[in-house]
């Protein structure tokens, strides 16, 4: 079955450094993968989607890319502050299942020192 | 913006009691979703719905059971709660635009405790 990996454990880093978050996927080939925000005891905001055809996207001081022979996703935070201090989300449109429905990872918390 | 509201943010009940979590869009969003988000284990989809009165069973169904009356409301209804379902519970709409991969918006959840 289809699996999505993200690192469990936290990310430190120190302001103004750039965060890279993985997002791997085994047994499956994703037509979009998509990059969500969470806040403690908030649910998940978007932030990208990248497509299969596309290597990479940008928005603001995030980037994205999606290398589908590597199976992985690689999320880019720069000039990193401590409010990009959260946990972040990738996902995947389901195997099978249509466009509609997504399958996410565990998330990785990334923790932004001042 | 799109706000997906849900009607409540902590909800405590007891085991066999029937349970009902609330979950309203206002952006004429034709999807609505509902996960549970437990530690460790991300979300998981337990049911999704495409259009009024249709409805699809996610991965993890057993336990719960869904309506949708109308296109902005989606309920998700615990049919004898049990304490393994002692969860966070999020609701999403997202629109459904032909073959596209639609980003999903989040309520705050609904974090659930059954004793």
């Known amino acids: 079955s289809q699996k999505i990996e993200q690192n469990s454990e936290a990310l430190n880093i120190q302001e103004g450094k750039t965060a890279t978050l993985t997002c791997n996927y085994t047994?499956?080939?994703?037509?979009?993968l998509q990059w969500y925000r969470q806040d403690p005891g908030r649910g998940p905001v978007f932030l990208l989607l990248i497509r299969e055809n596309e290597k990479e996207k940008r928005k603001e001081r995030l980037k994205v890319t999606f290398d589908t022979t590597l199976k992985q996703s690689l999320f880019h935070i720069t000039a990193s502050q401590p409010a990009d201090s959260a946990t972040y989300l990738c996902?995947?449109?389901?195997?099978?299942?249509?466009?509609?429905?997504?399958?996410f990872g565990t998330g990785t918390r990334l923790l932004v020192s001042p | 913006d799109v706000k997906v509201t849900q009607s409540s943010r902590y909800l405590v009940k007891r085991t066999g009691e029937k349970v009902f979590l609330e979950c309203v869009q206002d952006?004429?969003?034709?999807?609505m979703f509902w996960y549970r988000q437990d530690p460790g284990l991300g979300l998981r989809l337990i049911y999704f719905s495409y259009d009024v009165k249709m409805k699809e069973k996610g991965d993890i169904p057993e336990g719960y059971s869904v309506s949708r009356e109308k296109k902005e409301r989606f309920s998700l209804i615990l049919e004898s709660a049990s304490t393994n379902q002692t969860s966070m519970y999020l609701c999403?709409?997202?629109?459904?635009?032909?073959?596209?991969?639609?980003?999903?918006?989040f309520g705050d959840g609904t974090r659930l405790s059954i004793l």
């Open positions: 999403a709409s997202s629109l459904l635009e032909g073959n596209s991969n639609q980003p999903q918006h």
């Open positions: 996902a995947l449109d389901g195997m099978n299942t249509g466009f509609q429905k997504l399958v």
């Open positions: 047994n499956y080939s994703p037509a979009y």
């Open positions: 952006m004429d969003h034709e999807n």
